[in-house]
C-alpha cells in the first residue's frame, strides 16, 4: 500500500464508453478517469479576460456541457486546464462552482464532452454528514488496519493482517500527527464523531483524506463553520501543499491570498489570474477601468452614428424637395421626372442602409461593452415594521445552562434595536444558545425568554420548502400578505419577475439564503428580534454585500453568531459576547485578541499536512 507514483497528464486515458466510472472516487483509490461523449461544437479554451494564465493541464475538461435534469442548462463546452499547486475557484453564487466540482471529482456525469483526471483524487465536499455513532479511526478510514495491527501485536500473524495493513505500519502516528496539524490532536481515535463540533468534523473529514495523500485534491468552502484557529490551521495546510493538484473553491479573502493563482467562472467560462486574491482584485479593477472607457467610447459612437443617420435622412428629404421644385422649374417630361427621382430615391436608400448598418454595428459593440461591466447588485428594502423601541425588553437570560455546549451559566438582557455578535471556539454552545432562545430546545437549568417577534435563521436553511417557489415559501410565512406585494418586494431582495416563481431546490447556495431571508424579513408578524447563525457561510464576497444592505434596513433587535469578524463590523455591531465556560461581554477590539488566544494555546503543527 505504499504511495504509487503522481501520473501526469500524459498517464491519462478516456474512457469513451459514455458510462460513468462507478461511484464517486473513494479516498486513496488511484483513478485516470474521464467521461468522453460527443459535442456539436469544437472544444474551446476559455480565456475571455485580458493577461489569462493556464497553468500546465494536470486536471482537465474539454468541450464540458452539463443540465439538470429538469432541462436546466449550467455549462455549455466548457473546457479547463487546471496545473500543479494552489489553485483558487472563485465566481458568484449561482454560477457552478459546486456543480464543476462534481463533476471534476467524477460525482455527475456531463451532458457532453469530457473530464480527465490524472492520479489519485480525493474531494472535501461543502456539506459534510458523517454518522455520528462512527469512532473517529472509522471516520479516518484506518480502523481496519489498526484492528490488523493490535492483531499482530498480540501475535495473531496471519496473512491476512499484514495484507490490512500493506505499507501502512506507521498509521495510527501518521494520523495523530495529521489530527494534530490541523488542530484536532486532543481527540482520541476511540472517539465516537457524536461528541465533536461541526467545524471539527469538517477537519476529521479533511484529515482522513490527507492520510491517503490524493494527487489531487478538491476543496469546496473548507473554511465554512471553521473558527478562526481552525481556519488558520487550514490556512496552514494549503501553504503546505508541495505537490500535485490542489483546488478550492472559497469566498475566505485569507485563504485566497495563499493560491497560485485564481480561475473565476463567469457566463459559462473560465479565465485564470496569476496570484492570490489580492492580485485577482488588481486584475479586475484593471480590466473594468478598462471597460469602462470601452463603454464610454462605444456610447458616443452610438451617439454618432444616430446623429449621422438623422443627418443623412434630413439631407435626403431636403434634397427630394429641391429636385422636385427645380423639376417644376424646368418643366422636365413626366418620364425624365420620374427617373431623377427614382435616382434620387435609390441613392438615398443607400445611403440609409448604410447609416443603419453602422449604427446597428455601433450598438452591438456597445452592448458587448456593457457585458464586460460588472454590476453588483444590492439589496435595497424598507422593512418599517420590523422596529423596535429603544428600552423595550427584547429577551432575556437568568442562569442559563444549554442543554449541549461549554457554556455553563449565561445572564443576558437585551433591550431596543442592538445588535448583538456572538462568537467562539467551535463547540463552545454557540447554535445550542440560538436554538435554546428560540424554544427549540430546553435549558437544562435557568430560564429564556424572548417578548417580541422572533425569527431564526439556522446554517442548514431549512425554512424553505424545496418544492415551492420563492414567492409561495414567503407566503407561506406572511399569511394575508397579497402575491404582488410579496413579488413586489422579492424584485428588492433581487428575485425579479420569473426568479420570484423559481423552485427553491434549484437555487445556489447564496440564492437559497438569500431566499430564506427574504422569507424571514418579509414574514408576519414582522420579526423585531432576527437571529442568524454563521449567516456569511457558503456566500460569495457579492452576496455578503447583499446581506450586509439587507440588514442596514432591517430595523429590529439582531443576535448573530458568526466567525466572520469583517462582516460583523460591517453590520454595526453594537456588543459583542465571548461564548465559553461563561457568557461574557467583551469589545470589539478583544474579540480577534480573544479568538487569537484560543488559537495559540491548540497544540503546534507536527508536520506538514498536505
Known amino acids: 500500500m505504499g504511495r504509487p507514483p503522481i501520473h501526469g497528464p500524459t498517464d491519462s486515458r478516456i474512457f469513451s464508453s459514455g458510462l460513468r466510472p462507478a461511484g464517486p472516487y473513494g479516498p486513496g483509490r488511484r483513478v485516470v478517469v474521464a467521461y468522453d461523449v460527443p459535442h456539436p461544437t469544437a472544444p474551446r479554451e476559455d480565456t475571455t479576460m485580458s493577461q489569462p494564465i493556464t497553468p500546465s493541464a494536470f486536471l482537465t475538461c474539454s468541450a464540458l456541457s452539463f443540465q439538470w435534469a429538469d432541462g436546466t442548462p449550467v455549462f455549455d463546452g ?53 454518522d455520528t455513532a462512527l469512532r473517529v479511526d472509522q471516520a479516518l478510514g484506518i480502523a481496519e488496519r489498526r484492528d490488523a495491527l493490535r492483531a499482530i501485536e498480540n501475535g495473531d500473524v496471519r496473512e491476512e493482517h499484514f495484507e490490512t495493513v500493506g505499507e501502512d505500519w506507521d498509521v495510527e502516528e501518521r494520523a495523530i500527527a495529521t489530527l494534530g496539524s490541523l488542530g484536532l490532536g486532543g481527540i482520541d481515535l476511540d472517539r465516537t464523531v457524536g461528541e465533536i463540533s461541526g467545524g471539527e468534523t469538517v477537519l476529521l473529514r479533511l484529515a482522513a483524506l490527507l492520510l491517503e495523500r490524493p494527487d489531487v485534491l478538491l476543496l469546496d468552502e473548507p473554511t465554512n463553520n471553521l473558527d478562526l484557529p481552525a481556519r488558520r490551521r487550514l490556512y496552514e495546510a494549503v501553504d503546505s501543499w508541495r505537490s500535485g493538484v490542489l483546488v478550492v473553491i472559497s469566498h475566505d479573502r485569507e485563504l485566497l491570498e495563499r493560491v497560485d493563482r485564481i480561475a473565476e467562472l463567469r457566463s459559462g467560462s473560465v479565465s485564470w489570474y496569476g496570484g492570490g486574491w489580492s492580485a485577482y482584485q488588481e486584475a479586475l479593477a484593471t480590466e473594468q477601468e478598462a471597460a469602462g472607457r470601452t463603454l464610454r467610447a462605444a456610447d458616443a459612437d452610438v451617439r454618432r452614428q444616430k446623429r449621422e443617420l438623422e443627418e443623412a435622412q434630413i439631407k435626403s428629404a431636403r434634397r427630394q424637395r429641391q429636385d422636385k421644385k427645380l423639376n417644376a422649374q424646368r418643366k422636365a417630361s413626366r418620364i425624365v421626372a420620374g427617373g431623377l427621382k427614382r435616382s434620387a ?119 424553505l420548502d424545496p418544492e ?77 454585500r447583499q446581506l450586509t444592505g439587507a440588514l442596514e434596513s432591517y430595523e429590529g433587535a439582531l443576535l448573530i453568531a458568526s466567525h466572520d469578524l469583517p462582516f460583523l463590523e460591517s453590520v454595526g455591531i453594537t456588543r459583542w459576547l465571548v461564548v465559553g465556560d461563561e457568557l461574557r461581554e467583551t469589545s470589539r477590539d478583544e474579540v480577534r485578541d480573544v479568538l487569537e488566544a484560543s488559537s495559540e494555546m491548540a497544540e503546534p503543527p507536527q508536520e506538514d499536512t498536505l
Open 78 to 130: 466548457l473546457s479547463l486546464s487546471v496545473g500543479r499547486g494552489r489553485n483558487g475557484l472563485v465566481g458568484t453564487n449561482g454560477t457552478g462552482k459546486t456543480t464543476l466540482m462534481r463533476l471534476l471529482a467524477g460525482e455527475l456525469r456531463p451532458s457532453a464532452g469530457s473530464v480527465t483526471v490524472g492520479g489519485s483524487l480525493a474531494h472535501l465536499p461543502q456539506n459534510i454528514t458523517l
Open 345 to 463: 430615391q435609390e441613392s438615398a436608400g443607400r445611403s440609409r442602409v448604410l447609416h443603419e448598418e453602422r449604427l446597428t454595428e455601433a450598438r452591438e459593440r456597445r452592448e458587448e461593452a456593457a457585458d464586460a461591466i460588472r454590476d453588483d447588485a444590492e439589496i435595497k428594502v424598507s422593512l418599517p415594521a420590523t422596529a423596535v423601541p429603544a428600552g423595550r425588553t427584547v429577551l432575556t437570560l437568568r442562569e442559563v445552562r444549554p442543554r449541549y455546549g461549554k457554556l455553563r451559566e449565561g445572564t443576558l438582557d437585551v433591550r431596543g434595536p442592538e445588535r448583538i455578535a456572538l462568537v467562539g471556539r467551535n463547540g463552545s454552545g454557540k447554535t445550542t444558545l440560538l436554538r435554546t432562545l428560540t424554544g427549540e430546545l430546553a435549558p437544562l437549568s435557568g430560564e429564556a425568554g424572548t417578548f417580541v417577534p422572533l425569527r431564526f435563521l439556522p446554517q442548514r436553511l431549512d425554512v
Open 468 to 544: 415551492l417557489s420563492i414567492a409561495a415559501n414567503v407566503a407561506r410565512l406572511a399569511p394575508g400578505v397579497t402575491d404582488q406585494h410579496i413579488r413586489s418586494q422579492l424584485a428588492r431582495f433581487l428575485f425579479k419577475g420569473a426568479r420570484a416563481a423559481q423552485l427553491a431546490g434549484t437555487l445556489s447556495g447564496g440564492e437559497r439564503f438569500r431566499a430564506a431571508l427574504a422569507a424571514m424579513m418579509l414574514a408576519a408578524p414582522a420579526p423585531q428580534l432576527l437571529m442568524l447563525d454563521e449567516p456569511t457561510n457558503s456566500l460569495d464576497i457579492a452576496s455578503v
